[in-house]
């Protein structure tokens, strides 16, 4: 609300100056703003220009009466609820009636009590001002009314709106769930999305059509259909009996509002007709290889469709497409399982069949190469033992060389039937106590010398679920690594750890070493792959083969880091 004004223009209108004197002092000392003039036509010109809050007039203006004055004031629709109070010497009832009659709002006689006339123009302010606040708020309450029925309108449009969207999410979200859940088969999915679309749409025909791959014919896959008809499920049919082709191909869907409005002699115009429909909806169902099939929504009467049918009609085509396609690859994925269970099946059979000649082949070595092996390592001792004095030097040492050689060949016989067993072999999971183990093989590999050569450097290794007979071959094939490339360092360090992160233990086995060139370190872990020559470092190639293989067995990964003659820094993972 507007606070009352203290400051009012007010009008003044007497013939005589005494009066404007009088009235103007007075008035102004109570800080109101005073105009003052003595004809009528000047204070209709005042009011026309400057609108003033109250206008005091006297009846008897030498130019025109103060009744007329007042009479053309309340003829004004701006200054109409202007406040007009007489000043006249007349005194008779009539005069009184005659200004009340033409407007005014109160009548003072001469001569007038200052007191009066104070009293009475302060009231008469007072109530213009209040008069202009109600009437200021009556408008404010008809706009306030106005929009409160709008709201009241919008609020029941946008209820049965609502209502409209909620049945329409519920019906598009049992047809989802059944497409998710694929509890039934794509016909009966589709039916049901045809029974909810004709809910939805209040239409008297709903059907869907698959077209064969040269887009020729047209099989009714599922139909919905409120009267007679000649569509009957699995019928094939031309496919212009589904529209336009060229149109529904483009993703764009078919629209007729009055089928009797379009040109014959259309496939389609005949086929519905037949069947009492004269509006409808084509909806393309597009997939990743194309148009491969329409809805038809149709009504037995030409109407205007709406956007929300256009869209409705949109969306269950959508889930129709996703159904179908389902429906598809489910097929293909049955098919697909069924030669994959062939395939592994004679994948199976071959792999029996291998490893039984593994297993044959492993026999063979184990027996077949290594009695040989020993007879001539041990007949060439007894020629070295028993014959020695019959043998020149140079016959020893070729004596000496079969030995060293029959030996190694022996050795590595012996590696690669532990590789080949390593796939076999039944791993037992336990708790592994990794810091234990590697302690133990370490104090295997080395005696007292090399133990004082050796600085062992153990951190935190954590424990894992290992078969701990296969780990602990692959913390000595590592340590027993680490040891022999180390040999030639006056002080060698071997340093063992363990990190966790991500659900694995990663173990580190690092030395300080002759090292690699990390070029070739994709050789590593290959059988027989050596990156130091037998002169430099004995070994057979197999050991990190082995390492590899287990690590593998156990689900975890293996590789490396080095330098040359910087040392070396062998790596594996295990599930924590």
Not at 2 to 23: F, G, S, Y
Not at 106 to 133: G, N
Not at 219 to 245: I, K, M, N, P
Not at 534 to 553: C, D, H, P, W
């Amino acid at each position: 609300m507007k606070t009352k004004p203290t400051a009012c223009n007010i009008l003044i209108v007497d013939n005589e100056q005494e009066n404007l004197i009088l009235l103007s002092r007075m008035l102004t000392q109570l800080g109101h703003n005073i105009l003052a003039v003595k004809t009528g036509n000047d204070a209709l010109s005042i009011i026309n220009s400057d609108l003033p809050d109250l206008v005091l007039l006297e009846t008897n203006l030498p130019d025109i009466s103060g009744y007329d004055v007042c009479k053309t004031l309340k003829t004004i629709h701006k200054s109409r609820a202007i406040p007009a109070i007489f000043i006249s010497a007349l005194n008779e009832t009539a005069e009184k009636l005659q200004g009340f009659a033409s407007g005014a709002v109160d009548y003072i006689t001469k001569p007038f009590k200052t007191e009066e006339v104070v009293a009475r123009v302060q009231t008469h302010l007072e109530l213009s001002w209040l008069r202009s606040q109600l009437e200021s708020q009556a408008k404010e309450l008809q706009i306030k009314n106005l929009q409160l029925q709008m709201d009241y309108v919008d609020l029941k449009n946008s209820e049965k709106s609502l209502h409209s969207q909620t049945e329409r999410l519920r019906n598009l979200h049992r047809i989802d769930q059944a497409i998710l859940m694929a509890i039934e088969s794509p016909e009966a999915i589709i039916q049901t999305a045809l029974k909810h679309i004709k809910g939805l749409l209040h239409c008297q025909r709903t059907s869907v059509g698959l077209l064969d791959p040269d887009m020729a014919k047209v099989r009714v896959f599922a139909a919905d259909v409120s009267c007679e008809t000649v569509v009957q499920v699995g019928s094939d049919h031309s496919a212009g009996v589904y529209g336009d082709l060229k149109i529904l191909q483009q993703g764009n869907m078919e629209i007729v509002e009055n089928v009797l409005l379009m040109a014959p002699p259309a496939a389609i115009i005949q086929f519905l007709q037949s069947e009492g429909i004269l509006a409808y909806i084509n909806v393309p169902l597009i997939s990743v290889k194309g148009l491969i099939g329409v809805l038809n929504v149709g009504w037995n009467e030409p109407k205007t469709i709406s956007p929300e049918e256009i869209e409705i009609s949109g969306e269950v085509g959508g889930q129709i497409t996703i159904a179908i396609e389902q429906a598809r690859l489910m097929n293909q994925t049955k098919n697909y399982a069924a030669e994959l269970e062939q395939s592994v099946s004679e994948r199976t059979a071959q792999l029996q069949a291998a490893n039984q000649e593994l297993e044959a082949f492993s026999f063979s070595v184990s027996h077949d190469l290594h009695a040989p092996l020993r007879i001539v390592h041990g007949y060439t001792k007894i020629l070295l033992e028993e014959y020695a004095a019959n043998l020149d030097n140079e016959g020893k040492k070729v004596c000496s060389v079969i030995m060293e050689h029959s030996l190694k060949m022996e050795q590595l016989i012996d590696e690669l039937l532990s590789f080949s067993k390593i796939s076999r072999t039944h791993l037992n999971l336990s708790l592994t106590n990794m810091k234990l183990l590697v302690n133990s093989v370490y104090l295997d590999l080395t005696d007292t010398k090399s133990q004082e050569r050796i600085t062992l450097e153990l951190g935190e290794i954590h424990d894992a679920q290992a078969d701990a007979i296969m780990i602990g071959q692959v913390w000595a094939n590592l340590l027993s690594n680490a040891v022999k490339f180390s040999s030639k360092r006056e002080k060698a360090v071997i340093s063992v750890s363990s990190i966790k992160g991500n659900g694995k233990n990663i173990y580190c086995v690092k030395d300080n070493g002759a090292g690699f060139n990390m070029e070739y370190a994709d050789k590593l872990f290959g059988v027989f792959q050596r990156l130091h020559s037998t002169n430099e470092f004995e070994g057979t190639g197999v050991g990190l083969a082995i390492v590899q293989r287990i690590v593998y067995r156990h689900g975890g990964e293996v590789w490396a880091e080095g330098e040359v003659d910087g040392g070396a820094a062998f790596y594996f993972s295990l599930p924590a």
